[in-house]
């Protein structure tokens, strides 16, 4: 598979930085990691890929104690080459508790943009101890499903870019089949690793990332039979999760008290002796 380096240009990363100072200072936050989602953490990315920017902050102690809680998302108007937007810290960790693969994804997005050093690594040394794995089976089958609803369902002509967004949670599936228990990469190239493609498709799916990198907008083309045949293989392989796990119980005890004690360290709360 041929490598596609994950760089961002040194301008569109100042803009991304201002940005998120800015951000900070009209919401009264505190980043504690930022990092980008989307094709270019992914690893196949086109030239005219935008930038998507997610971050996860903390409030001042105080804003936790009002009668009215504030809004746990922050975000700014989206244009078509930088989307940013935000959770708060408390969100973050009552869906990591339920192994929401979103955050997860967030947690080893190769591309970090500001990092306070601690947060990341917490949120994935908690999730070891959640049902991350079962979560993210439902989370990634469904997706799969819902892409290939919207784009290869029918036709002989299809956008060719679409197959990556059907492959990615796909491949992901496979990874956690031949992985179990193993942290999901986020890049492509991470993910491949773990996945052991046939030689055919591992490069057809090659040239069709190679193609992408090198073309401003990816149109339609015939479809490609080969990945056809694969995704349709890999959903018998998968099945279907009947229960979504991100609604189910509340963390046990012992878990909800780690997850306390994060919340209260992002924040700069001193905890309760005894």
């Known amino acids: 598979m041929t490598p596609i380096a994950p760089a961002i240009p040194a301008?569109?990363?100042?803009?991304?930085?201002?940005?998120?100072?800015?951000?900070?200072?009209?919401?009264?936050i505190r980043i504690l990691f930022a990092i980008e989602s989307g094709s270019r953490a992914w690893g196949f990315p086109s030239p005219d890929s935008d930038f998507d920017v997610r971050f996860i902050y903390a409030r001042p102690v105080a804003d936790y104690l009002r009668l009215e809680p504030l809004r746990d998302v922050v975000e700014r108007p989206v244009d078509p080459v930088l989307d940013i937007n935000g959770w708060d810290i408390a969100k973050a960790l009552k869906l990591l508790a339920r192994g929401n693969p979103t955050l997860l994804e967030w947690a080893v997005s190769p591309l970090v943009y500001r990092c306070d050093g601690i947060t990341r690594p917490n949120l994935v040394r908690l999730s070891e101890q959640t049902a991350w794995g079962r979560a993210a089976a439902y989370?990634?089958?469904?997706?799969?499903?819902?892409?290939?609803?919207?784009?290869?369902?029918?036709?002989?002509?299809?956008?060719?870019?679409?197959?990556?967004?059907?492959?990615?949670?796909?491949?992901?599936?496979?990874?956690?089949r031949r992985n179990p228990g193993q942290p999901l990469p986020m890049h492509l190239d991470g993910l491949l690793a773990g996945c052991a493609l046939?030689?055919?498709?591992?490069?057809?799916?090659?040239?069709?990332?190679?193609?992408?990198?090198?073309?401003?907008e990816l149109g339609n083309g015939p479809r490609r039979p080969s990945l056809d045949g694969f995704i349709a293989a890999e959903f018998s392989l998968s099945a279907p999760q009947p229960?979504?796990?991100?609604?189910?119980?509340?963390?046990?005890?012992?878990?909800?008290?780690?997850?306390?004690?994060?919340?209260?360290?992002?924040?700069?709360?001193?905890?309760?002796?005894?």
């Open 139 to 176: 989370h990634y089958r469904h997706l799969a499903e819902r892409q290939v609803e919207k784009h290869l369902a029918s036709g002989e002509q299809v956008k060719l870019k679409t197959y990556f967004y059907v492959l990615r949670p796909l491949l992901n599936l496979r990874f956690l």
């Open 11 to 28: 301008d569109m990363a100042a803009r991304i930085a201002a940005e998120l100072e800015a951000l900070e200072q009209a919401h009264g």
């Open 198 to 216: 046939p030689d055919a498709i591992a490069n057809e799916l090659d040239a069709l990332r190679r193609l992408k990198a090198e073309t401003v």
């Open 243 to 274: 229960i979504n796990p991100q609604t189910g119980d509340a963390p046990a005890a012992d878990m909800a008290a780690l997850l306390d004690a994060e919340f209260w360290r992002a924040i700069g709360f001193s905890a309760p002796a005894g």
